[in-house]
């Protein structure tokens, strides 16, 4: 289950994924109940809450969800829907992701791709990553040149 709320940072600002849903119960608002299964349904993708089928594309599709919490300030996916409307749009393909207006666009771009319909279409992890730095060093250049532009303005 990939998503903010198991996300945990220690001390050397490692990452770890963590699993404390499970003290929440069945009936927080972050799961949904379908064929006598608690899911996360909001995270999951179509082929993961239709035919039960969990693979690693499956987690770079919950991962996209999670950088979307991230860049939502841990909104609740889909909203404004309920638990049914949601279910309902994944089972017609009408589910659509929005991406933030902080996000930068090559990040976004990423994440639609990671959102795709056909698990074939998702990046591998290592494509994420290697785009992720990309994004990052550039955003790291912007803001070097910006900064230097401003001493010289000054």
Known sequence: ?????????????????????????????????????????RWLPPEAVLEGDYSTKSDVYMFAVTVW??????????????????????KTGALEWTIPESMPQPLGELLKRCWSKSPADRPQFTEIYDEITTILQDITSENTSQKSQEKVDE
């Open 1 to 41: 289950d990939i998503a903010a709320r198991n996300c945990v940072i220690t001390s050397k600002l490692q990452l770890k994924l963590s699993y404390p849903a499970l003290t929440r119960g069945p009936d927080s608002h972050e799961y949904y109940k379908l064929h006598e299964q608690v899911i996360p349904l």
């Open 69 to 90: 919490e991230i860049y939502t300030k841990a909104e609740l996916p889909f909203a404004k829907l309920n638990d049914n409307s949601v279910l309902e749009r994944v």
